[in-house]
């Protein structure tokens, strides 16, 4: 067993990612449907995905959200794939799954799949790569560690 296949973070403080990791999206909706879940969001967030819908900050958050303890949660509509994102759309593009809010997408979904909690350890990142199914985790272009480090400490400001 190498060191790659223990559930363990590194004890030397160096991230097991250091040479970077391979993820480029598929557009599959993978990571926006599933089991029940949250999408956080900030009201500077929430103010970009009104603008992109062209209402209110007010309208948004009463049409689109939904109140999780003292947060709000992007609300979410029950299809044969899951529980899919309201804003998931999978009629626009034959064969995909994209997020009509793209552009003004929250920082939760611009920063899958570089969260801490699937950075853990090589073990956690081949986990929630099977069990999202996220076809685009270790394949297409190489993301350097640098980004990576912008993408998973970016949730540590929410």
């Avoid at 363990?8 to 999206?25: A, H, I, N, Q």
């Avoid at 900050?57 to 044969?80: M, N, P």
Wanted: some cysteine.
């Amino acid at each position: 067993m190498s060191d790659r296949d223990v559930d363990t973070p590194s004890t030397t403080g160096t991230e097991w990612y250091k040479d970077g990791l391979r993820f480029s999206c598929t557009q599959c909706g993978n990571c926006c449907t599933g089991p029940p879940g949250v999408v956080w969001f900030n009201d500077d967030e929430a103010d970009a995905m009104a603008k992109k819908l062209g209402i209110s900050r007010a309208t948004f958050y009463r049409k689109y959200t939904r109140k999780v303890g003292q947060r709000h949660s992007l609300k979410e509509t029950v299809t044969e794939h899951g529980h899919d994102c309201v804003f998931l759309d999978r009629e626009s593009v034959p064969g995909k799954a994209v997020c009509s809010l793209y552009e003004a997408r929250p920082t939760q979904c611009r920063t899958w799949p570089f969260w801490p909690e699937n950075l853990h350890s090589p073990m956690t990142w081949r986990a929630v790569k099977r069990a999202t199914p996220c076809p685009g985790m270790d394949r297409g272009k190489l993301v350097p560690i640098e980004e990576i480090r912008i993408q998973r400490d970016a949730h540590l400001d929410e």
